[in-house]
């Protein structure tokens, strides 16, 4: 029997979020041809079913979470958008998301669909992946999950999260990959024209590096300065004196302002930095690790297994330009 695969939207949710994995599901059948049944049934649900506007302004229909009594689902995916920080006071929606949540065999989200899936209570005691952008929200709004801002996407147990938008499409191919197989799997990112499956490790890029390190303009120029001295050894003292104030001042001021330690901005662009040269250059890694500040290999082996999962020889093996 094909597996029913139900994707949570909610109104102005974010339409790819919700068509990306959606499509990674029918893609699987359109490929299977007339080689067999379909591996999946996928729809699209909402709490009350019907038209859904999304964020931007295309209406999608839907089946409503009622429709799903007695049926047997395997996953239930939560979309995500900026309709969902609203949809999570919606008592109604959580508890039927609560309710499903043990009938079903995997729990899925996407982007900010993390949030509906925390307000039921499900993400508690786990690691949870999401948007760059909401991050600390999310943390700071559920303090008992554990939000890791850079993977695309992280499994704990039964449970899978993503990053935003097109993360969603790894996390379904991740999720096919499961069912169907690795080379299934590679066979439907070559039919979407996606690039070829990225690991959940992978970081968000410099997206969010970006934002969360730059998250107030009052250090746009220490960032600079800091990208332009890595090789140096880069304490707070120095820091403070290129930002005109007490190291003991700019720590408070900075990590207030920019949500981190200046130590954690310092790793946070060490690794940008080292991630960059292993995906453009055949540079030794003992050679990276002495331009950007890490010292020697073992510690930046360290900062790439701690802040992405993998090693920087299998980072450069995944991600290097041919």
């Not at 991050?135 to 709004?141: G, V």
């Not at 290129?242 to 700019?250: I, K, L, W």
């Not at 890694?285 to 297994?305: C, N, S, V």
Request: net charge neutral.
């Amino acid at each position: 029997m094909p597996r029913k695969i139900a994707v949570l939207a909610v109104t102005d949710g974010h339409l790819l979020d919700i068509s990306g994995p959606f499509q990674c599901f029918a893609s699987a059948n359109e490929l299977q041809g007339a080689k067999g049944a379909p591996p999946y049934e996928p729809l699209v649900v909402s709490r009350d079913g019907g038209a859904l506007r999304t964020s931007g302004g295309l209406v999608v229909l839907t089946q409503a979470l009622a429709d799903l009594d007695g049926v047997e689902l395997d996953t239930l995916i939560v979309a995500g958008g900026i309709g969902t920080r609203r949809a999570m006071h919606d008592d109604t929606l959580v508890q039927a998301i609560r309710d499903l949540a043990p009938k079903v065999r995997r729990l899925a989200s996407v982007c900010t669909g993390a949030y509906l899936l925390a307000k039921a209570g499900l993400l508690d005691g786990r690691r949870v992946a999401t948007h760059w952008w909401a991050a600390d929200d999310l943390q700071r709004r559920f303090p008992k999950i554990e939000v890791v801002p850079e993977p695309i996407f992280i499994r704990d147990g039964g449970i899978w999260t993503s990053a935003g938008v097109t993360a969603g499409i790894d996390l379904s191919l991740a999720l096919i990959q499961d069912d169907l197989g690795h080379d299934k799997a590679m066979l439907i990112a070559r039919h979407l024209v996606v690039f070829l499956k990225r690991p959940g490790g992978q970081a968000q890029f410099s997206a969010a590096l970006e934002a969360q390190i730059a998250a107030d303009q009052d250090f746009a120029g220490l960032h600079a300065w800091v990208r332009e001295h890595l090789a140096e050894e880069i304490k707070v003292e120095r820091l403070a004196e290129q930002a005109g104030m007490s190291a003991r001042t700019f720590a408070r001021a900075y990590a207030a302002k920019a949500g981190r330690t200046p130590a954690r901005m310092v790793e946070a662009l060490r690794l940008e930095a080292a991630r960059r040269a292993l995906e453009a250059t055949d540079r030794p890694l003992k050679r990276i690790a002495l331009d950007f500040g890490f010292g020697d290999e073992e510690r930046m082996r360290r900062t790439f297994q701690r802040r992405l999962g993998v090693c920087p020889l299998d980072y450069r093996a995944r991600f290097a330009a041919e």
